[in-house]
């Protein structure tokens, strides 16, 4: 529902299967980001180092090691004699994460935007098209989803633009793991009728602001168009508790807790 994709992706995907003996931990990473944004882990889910390692043909330290990596990313979380679960979000954290992330940009934007020519800017906005034209020429749902990936790329690089530029490495390293944080709930918005259409013409005020110098607007802008979503991925997440109803780690229980064999200890 939001705009974002997740931070430090490998760009290589392994191949299906048992991967390769490359960077195991980066590898398991990657195939564990993927799950995740694609729903084949659930919010909640235990994630066993003994089950994935068996799984993916590796040993338990590089299952280990991702799984430290998306504790730190904030998109599992660790429970002491418990092991590892993929993390759940609720309200307050939707909220947290998204006011956070408005305050931050809007900072990130003032820093950089005198760094980033009205060039730049301009390509941004082509990339906005296209990605319209995309949406609006979609006749099958595979073209859709092409049309949503399209969007997701052209917003990842949006942001971007306007964050890298500030030069602040605390910055981009905290926003990383926001973006990474929002990716978890990120794809089941894509397909909400005029919700990218929305983003796009928000992007489009933010630039236009750009463009002209106006960083006091642009700033304003951007900081109400994260709130909007925020307003809209809440909305949408109330819609989901009246359907399914609230997912926590203490709905998931594997039967294996107290097994010796499956117990593991996050250390």
Known sequence: MSESSPP???????????????NLGSDVYSILWDRILNRELHPGEKLSDLRLSEELGVSRTPVREALHRLVQDGVVIA???????VASYDPTDITEIYELRAALESFGLRTAATSVS?????W?????DRVEHLIQSADADADRTDAAFAFLEVDRGFHTL???NSGNRRLIAILSGLWGQIAVFQKAGLMITG?????LEEHRV????????????????LEHHILSIRDRVLADFALELDDDGATTIEDEDDGNANTGEEEESIA
């Open 8 to 22: 430090h992706r490998d760009q290589s995907r392994p191949v299906p299967g048992l991967i390769q003996r490359r």
């Open 124 to 128: 941004a906005l082509d990339e906005l």
């Open 195 to 199: 919700w990218i259409e929305f983003a």
């Open 79 to 85: 429970e002491p004699n418990r092991g590892f679960f």
């Open 206 to 221: 933010i630039l236009n602001h750009l463009i002209v110098g106006n960083i006091d607007a642009a700033s304003s802008a």
């Open 162 to 164: 306007l964050i890298e």
């Open 118 to 122: 009205p060039a730049q800017f301009k």
